[in-house]
């Protein structure tokens, strides 16, 4: 039941326009433009090459975009349509329809790696092989972390305005999350700040995996602590209609 169920999750997901826009194109579009365009306050490079220090932002990005931004506006109108109280009367237990999601969002977490990795390297990116699989536990952390998150804020409100918070906050996570500036160009106590959200989490968790080789066990505690606050609230929280 949980593959059928991950199966048609993923299947509905790749299938959606406008989710691809905003869990494929979106990154690719940052990643290829952000690579060879100096805009961004990167600080010193020291041996990097500027592809190098973009691609585990633009990772973080798409995780943040597929498992939070698309699985809370997905659940949302499941939510408005009647879907989620229509397979709660199936034999799907409760826990299923959740771990179903989050299944399907490392699926297409792992496609974007894929498809942004295959491009990275073609713009000339070497990431750190000792730090391959260190990204690895980081996608699956972060991937779980925002999943939560997205459940909360999908599983809680109405439809209409889980579409536009969810849009804001991937805004505002972007722009001053610590995913396309580096904490330490942030200014004050903002940098310290960054650090503990799950977006400046996986950003700089990724960035030390890939490009340095180095596990940030901080930034692993970081990311499981929000998916245990989000998931124990959303256990309470949402609702089925």
């Known amino acids: 039941m949980l593959l059928a ?17 905003l869990t494929l194109l979106i990154p690719l579009a940052l990643l290829v433009g952000l690579s060879l365009l100096d805009v961004l306050p990167t600080g010193e490079l020291g041996d990097q090459s500027r592809v190098d220090w973009v691609t585990p932002r633009i990772l973080a990005l798409a995780v943040m975009s597929s498992a939070f931004t698309g699985q809370a506006i997905a659940l949302g109108f499941d939510r408005r349509y009647g879907v989620l109280k229509r397979l709660s009367a199936t034999a799907l237990p409760p826990w299923l329809l959740v771990a179903g999601r989050l299944v399907a969002a490392l699926v297409v977490v792992a496609l974007q790696a894929l498809v942004l990795g295959i491009v990275a390297a073609l713009l000339g990116w070497s990431p750190s092989a000792a730090g391959l699989g260190y990204a690895v536990l980081l996608l699956v952390v972060g991937t779980l972390s ?15 305005a889980v579409l536009a918070l969810a849009n804001i906050v991937w805004f505002v996570l972007l722009l001053a999350g610590g995913i396309l500036m580096a904490p330490e160009a942030l200014p004050g106590v903002l940098a310290d700040i960054v650090v503990l959200l799950p977006s400046g989490a996986l950003a700089e968790g990724l960035h030390d995996a890939l490009a340095e080789g180095t596990l940030a066990w901080g930034a692993v505690a970081t990311l499981a602590g929000w998916a245990l606050a989000a998931a124990a609230l959303a256990t309470r929280t949402t609702k089925l209609t």
């Open 5 to 21: 169920h991950a199966r048609l999750e993923t299947s509905l997901t790749l299938r959606h326009g406008e989710q691809i826009l």
């Open 146 to 160: 925002f999943g939560a998150l997205g459940v909360l804020l999908g599983g809680a409100l109405r439809a209409e």
